[in-house]
């Protein structure tokens, strides 16, 4: 591998890895406005997402600038198309916190229903998974990927428990529906976040091992 290419696949690493970082940070500050009613805060999350998405369209030219220039081969090859996907995905992450910060900023001021105590859970879940995603692909680690995907069914109870929860509530408190779809719609956009979560983790096993785990498939090259 030649010195520019080696640095130009290091800048994509770094890059990747900021914008990680700042949609885990996105994603804490969306549920905490939430939390808090803090609606000042809500708005900085909306207001920041540009910036989320101007790094993302940033790391996009730079992977097809080297894809189309530098003609790359096997592992890098490989890297390269995972940093194209998780680099989507992060961005679809971002998205789904700039809507909890929406809801937020919607409900405001009211006081909230027993289900919402799972949330913040939730939402920490989450964060985890994206960060040790992260952190597989940091360190090319694919059991610590491997781990991610196992914490994707957690989620998947934990969101239903609180649809359950809200369903059952609204039976005896029908003035509380408004509220109520908001904090389904959070718990959705949280599960969804996850399941992205996954998907980084499934990238970086792709990376690492040439091996594609999705909808309980297993292939290798």
Not at 23 to 52: G, M, N, P, T, Y
Not at 65 to 78: G, K, S, T
Not at 131 to 137: K, L, P, T
Not at 140 to 146: E, G, I
């Amino acid at each position: 591998m030649s010195e520019k290419m080696h640095e130009r696949l290091e800048s994509v690493h770094k890059d990747i890895i900021f914008l990680a970082n700042e949609v885990e940070d996105a994603l804490f500050k969306a549920v905490k406005s939430l939390r808090k009613q803090d609606v000042e805060l809500a708005k900085k999350v909306k207001e920041d997402d540009w910036k989320i998405n101007r790094q993302e369209v940033n790391i996009e030219k730079q992977i097809l600038e080297i894809m189309a220039l530098q003609q790359p081969v096997a592992v890098d090859l490989r890297f390269l198309i995972v940093a194209l996907k998780m680099n989507n995905d992060l961005e679809r992450m971002a998205d789904h916190a700039k809507s909890i910060a929406k809801i937020a900023i919607k409900i405001s001021g009211e006081p909230f229903m027993p289900p919402f105590e799972h949330i913040e859970r939730l939402g920490k879940i989450t964060r985890r998974m994206l960060h040790d995603s992260v952190q597989a692909f940091i360190h090319r680690d694919s059991d610590l990927a491997r781990e991610v995907l196992d914490r994707d069914e957690e989620v998947d109870n934990l969101y239903d428990k609180i649809t359950e929860d809200v369903f059952a509530l609204l039976e005896e408190k029908q003035d509380k529906i408004r509220q109520g779809y908001e904090i389904i719609n959070t718990a959705k956009h949280l599960e969804r976040a996850a399941d992205l979560a996954t998907n980084l983790s499934e990238d970086v096993i792709f990376m690492n091992d040439a091996e594609i785990v999705r909808y309980g498939i297993n292939e290798i090259e």
